[in-house]
T-cell receptor
Framework: NAGVTQTPKFQVLKTGQSMTLQCAQD?????MYWYRQDPGMGLRLIYYSASEGTTDKGEVPNGYNVSRLNKREFSLRLESAAPSQTSVYFC?????????????FGSGTQLSVL | GENVEQHPSTLSVQEGDSAVIKCTYS??????FPWYKQELGKGPQLIIDIRSNVGEKKDQRIAVTLNKTAKHFSLHITETQPEDSAVYFC??????????FGTGTRLTVIP
């Protein structure tokens, strides 16, 4: 039981490049989330999926897209990376449907955009 | 929207002493308040949570208190140990089911 698995752990991009961050959970959770963590700003919600087949914007969605591929997998895509997207990205899941409680987090992806 | 403020941003204590981290929130409809611990290079992990119908909750060396009237809640860690060193985040869940995090407290326990 691995919990929430994120890949890659580290990534360096040039401005304008695209990439997809992958996330998978093996806990049969309904809800999945993408957060970004910046120094002095805590965790901010980018997008979430309350259940398979649904996605919704969070607090800071601009510049990102998401796909809930199935119940296990929730990916985050940067179509044209910008230096402002340099951050640590965390995927999370919880058992409730859009419950936002008792989140389980992955170990993060450190992204640098040059 | 909700505004969660967390203090202090850094905290150093001697091993065995107590540590207290405080958070305030602005949305009176917020009803669920979790605390997460983040160790270096890892994702945040839930350590304790409290709902708005409870004033205090305790789990071994950690406790959380909630004052709904003043809209603040606190994390208390007693008999601190070096493994308690980490960044701690508070959060508040609004009535609209949005979770907002504080900016974090870096706790260092000095052996």
């Amino acid at each position: 039981n691995a919990g929430v698995t994120q890949t890659p752990k580290f990534q360096v991009l040039k401005t304008g490049q695209s990439m997809t961050l992958q996330c998978a959970q093996d806990m049969n959770h309904n809800s999945m989330y993408w957060y970004r963590q910046d120094p002095g700003m805590g965790l901010r919600l980018i997008y979430y999926s309350a259940s398979e087949g649904t996605t919704d914007k969070g607090e800071v969605p601009n510049g990102y897209n998401v796909s809930r591929l199935n119940k296990r997998e929730f990916s985050l895509r940067l179509e044209s990376a910008a230096p402002s997207q340099t951050s640590v990205y965390f995927c999370a899941s919880c058992s409730g449907t859009g419950a936002n409680e008792k989140l389980f987090f992955g170990s993060g992806t450190q992204l640098s955009v040059l | 929207g909700e505004n969660v403020e967390q203090h202090p941003s850094t905290l150093s204590v001697q091993e065995g002493d107590s540590a207290v981290i405080k958070c305030t929130y602005s949305d009176s409809a917020s009803n669920y308040f979790p605390w997460y611990k983040q160790e270096l290079g890892k994702g945040p992990q839930l350590i304790i949570d409290i709902r708005s119908n409870v004033g205090e909750k305790k789990d071994q060396r950690i406790a959380v208190t909630l004052n709904k009237t003043a809209k603040h809640f606190s994390l208390h860690i007693t008999e601190t140990q070096p493994e308690d060193s980490a960044v701690y985040f508070c959060a508040a869940l609004t009535g609209a089911n949005n979770l907002f995090f504080g900016t974090g407290t870096r706790l260092t326990v000095i052996p």
